[in-house]
C-alpha cells in the first residue's frame, strides 16, 4: 500500500554529486522522520542519513558529514539526499527509509533502492 520510490542514482566520477530523491504514494500513514541507508557488496546495511518531520532534526554517519545533506517537504512526504563530494567507497545501492514512530516497534517502509557508483 505504502510505496517508497528512490530515483537520482547514477554514474559519476569521484569528486562529483549527486542528489537522490525519495517520494512516498499509497495508504494512509504517518510520517515521524525519514532517512537513507545504503548497501556495498558484501556488506552488511549502514545508516547514511536521517531527518525528522517535526523539529528538523539530522542525523549523519561520520562517514558522510560534511558531504551529504539531508533534507525533506513534509507536504510532499519526500526526502532528499544531496551527496557531494563522492568517493569510490560511497559506492551501493541507497535505500529510502519512513519511520511512522521513534521506536523498534514502529511501522518502517523501505524503497527499492538505487545504485550509487562513483568511479576513481
Known amino acids: 500500500q505504502v510505496q517508497l520510490v528512490e530515483s537520482g542514482g547514477g554514474l559519476v566520477q569521484a569528486g562529483g554529486s549527486l542528489r537522490l530523491s525519495c517520494a512516498t504514494s499509497?495508504?494512509?500513514?504517518?510520517?515521524?522522520?525519514m532517512g537513507w541507508f545504503r548497501q556495498a557488496p558484501g556488506k552488511e546495511r549502514e545508516f547514511v542519513a536521517a531527518?525528522?518531520?517535526?523539529?528538523?532534526?539530522?542525523y549523519y554517519a561520520n562517514s558522510v558529514k560534511g558531504r551529504f545533506t539531508i533534507s525533506r517537504d513534509n507536504a510532499k512526504n519526500t526526502v532528499y539526499l544531496q551527496m557531494n563530494s563522492l568517493k569510490p567507497e560511497d559506492t551501493a545501492v541507497y535505500y529510502c527509509?519512513?519511520?511512522?514512530?521513534?521506536?523498534?516497534?514502529?511501522?518502517?517502509?523501505w524503497g527499492q533502492g538505487t545504485q550509487v557508483t562513483v568511479s576513481s
Open positions: 499509497g495508504g494512509t500513514f504517518s510520517t515521524y522522520g
Open positions: 531527518i525528522t518531520w517535526s523539529g528538523d532534526s539530522t
Open positions: 527509509n519512513l519511520a511512522e514512530g521513534p521506536y523498534e516497534s514502529s511501522r518502517r517502509y
